[in-house]
T-cell receptor, first 114, second 112 residues
Framework: EAGVAQSPRYKIIEKRQSVAFWCNPISGHATLYWYQQILGQGPKLLIQFQNNGVVDDSQLPKDRFSAERLKGVDSTLKIQPAKLEDSAVYLC????????????FGQGTRLTVV | GDSVTQMEGPVTLSEEAFLTINCTYTATGYPSLFWYVQYPGEGLQLLLKATKADDKGSNKGFEATYRKETTSFHLEKGSVQVSDSAVYFCALSGGNTGKLIFGQGTTLQVKP
């Protein structure tokens, strides 16, 4: 079974530029999560989708971050404009259902903002 | 709000030593508790979980018991190997959304 796919693996951009990350969850997984992991910290949830609807985006900085999950499968996370403090690893995870189901994580995209 | 606190790292042990990584949590209600592991260059993987008080999760020789009275979920292994070197994250999931709240992670280094 293929795992959660993310691209790109690494990205370096200048502040005020925009960037987009892509995630392809495990086939059949209804729930998709985007987490931000700053160096030395645990992952923090940015947004959660159930199929193509948003369940929780309370921690998403909506003035600069946006995410969508068209057709309830792939998802993209965008930052525009980027700030230095956005440097982090962005993790995508998916699960069959949202309640107590194991979340499977991708390898993440490491973003460096200079 | 809900939170997870782990012991500071890095933890450095010799092969075959006993491992304990402490984890305590603060939560309303009755969360599920998890340990995730991140090996070098790989994504987060679920190591074990417990969904109610007094449950013991176990996998690959690792164990953790859900202690509601002390709000703890300490990770233990009787004899560590070099291949156990990784970053370990304690996490909880409260409510019914599946959202995970992570601790800051503990780096384990096992030397031959």
């Amino acid at each position: 079974e293929a795992g959660v796919a993310q691209s790109p693996r690494y990205k370096i951009i200048e502040k005020r530029q925009s960037v987009a990350f892509w995630c392809n969850p495990i086939s059949g997984h209804a729930t998709l999560y985007w987490y931000q992991q700053i160096l030395g910290q645990g992952p923090k949830l940015l947004i959660q989708f159930q199929n193509n609807g948003v369940v929780d985006d309370s921690q998403l900085p909506k003035d600069r971050f946006s995410a969508e999950r068209l057709k309830g499968v792939d998802s993209t996370l965008k930052i525009q404009p980027a700030k230095l403090e956005d440097s982090a690893v962005y993790l995508c995870a998916s699960s069959l259902i949202q309640d107590f189901a194991e979340a499977f994580f991708g390898q993440g995209t490491r973003l460096t903002v200079v | 709000g809900d939170s997870v606190t782990q012991m500071e790292g890095p933890v450095t042990l010799s092969e075959e030593a006993f491992l304990t990584i402490n984890c305590t949590y603060t939560a309303t209600g009755y969360p599920s508790l998890f340990w995730y592991v991140q090996y070098p260059g790989e994504g987060l993987q679920l190591l074990l979980k417990a969904t109610k008080a007094d449950d013991k999760g176990s996998n690959k020789g690792f164990e953790a018991t859900y202690r509601k009275e002390t709000t703890s979920f300490h990770l233990e292994k009787g004899s560590v190997q070099v291949s156990d070197s990784a970053v370990y994250f304690c996490a909880l999931s409260g409510g019914n959304t599946g959202k995970l709240i992570f601790g800051q992670g503990t780096t384990l280094q096992v030397k031959p």
